[in-house]
């Protein structure tokens, strides 16, 4: 399946599974399927809800930083790549 690598994970809250990325490239929508891959992170999820500055959004840009649920932990400095199909 052919990715685009679109961010990086900058923090990861444990309590509530939520990672904060950060969008370097392209944009991410709702529905968007990704990868997160790190040295011990390697899973595939849908992007079910996301959020800036704690407001639900639809998009996120480069530049933006958002806030993910995410299904399962995540490292900071994993990167996440969206499935361009």
Known sequence: MPEEEIGEVTHYFTKIGVAVIRIKNG???K?????IRGKTTNFQQ???SMQ???KDVEVARAGD???LKVDERVREKDTVYKITE
Not at 31 to 35: A, E, M, N, S
């Open 46 to 48: 849908v992007v079910n």
């Open 27 to 29: 944009e991410l929508r």
């Open 65 to 67: 930083e958002i806030g």
């Open 31 to 35: 529905g968007d399927r990704i990868v």
């Open 52 to 54: 800036i500055q704690n």
